[in-house]
Structure formats: C-alpha cells, structure tokens
C-alpha cells in the first residue's frame, strides 16, 4: 500500500504539477494578452491624438479656405461689374467724336455769332438810314408846305 499510495501521491503530484504548469502557463497568457490590450490601447490613444490633430488641421484649412472663397466671391463680382461697366463705356460715342463734334457746333455757334453781327450792324445801318429818310422827307414836306 505503501508503493500503492507513493505511486498515486506522485501520479497525483505531477497531475498537481503539470495542472499548477497550464495554471502558470495561462496566467502568463493572461498577463500577455492584458500587456498587449493595454500596448494597443495606447496605440489607439495615438492614434486618436493624430487623427483628432488632422481633424483640427482640417478644419482650420476648411475655415481659411471658406474665407478665402468669399473673398475670391467678392473679386469676381467686382470684376463683372467693371465689365459691366465697360461694356456700358463702349457703347457710347468715342470721346474724340465727341470733342469733335463739340468743337464743331461751337465753330458753327461762332460763325452764327458772327453773321448775327452783321445782321444787326447792317440793321443798325439801315435804321440810320430809314431815320434819315424820314427826316428828308419831313423836311422835304415842311418845305413843300411853305
């Protein structure tokens, strides 16, 4: 009893040992498995700090673009005003026809003045001379009656 007892105490001994083994070997899985989860934990942490970085980059460019397309908004509709603008200019007269034109009127303006002028000198002229005649002829009638 005594080999029968020593065997079954050593077959229980290593059954003790090689469960108190996958004990040890699974606790060491187990401390593994827990030092990767918190390795990729960190990892995520990263990559959460990166990828909220680019989302804040993002959205800064987004920002300065927007500003930036408002302002190319702004010059563009200035730039189709002034084309308005000059498309309105170039549908009228060309300045030098108007000057033209302008200097003209004013030559012919001048030469009316001038012929008025001479319209009313010579007037004036003939007035004189109707005064005179009427004055002959009340002479001539005053001498008459005498």
Do not use: W
Not at 10 to 39: H, I, M, P, Q
């Amino acid at each position: 009893m005594d080999q029968e007892t020593a065997a079954g105490s050593e077959s229980a001994l290593n059954v003790f040992l090689r469960e108190l083994g996958l004990l040890e070997l699974e606790l060491t899985k187990a401390s593994l498995v827990t030092k990767l989860s918190e390795d990729e934990i960190n990892q995520y942490g990263h990559l959460e700090e990166k990828i909220q970085s680019q989302i804040d980059a993002a959205e800064k460019d987004i920002a300065l673009l927007q500003e930036e397309l408002a302002n190319e908004r702004l010059v563009r509709q200035r730039k189709e005003e002034c084309e308005a603008l000059a498309s309105q200019v170039n549908t009228e007269v060309p300045r030098a026809v108007s000057e033209a034109a302008v200097a003209e009127v004013e030559a012919e303006l001048q030469t009316l003045r001038d012929r008025e002028q001479g319209v009313l000198g010579q007037l004036d002229l003939r007035r004189k001379q109707f005064q005179l005649l009427m004055h002959a002829v009340a002479e001539l009638s005053q001498t008459l009656k005498q």
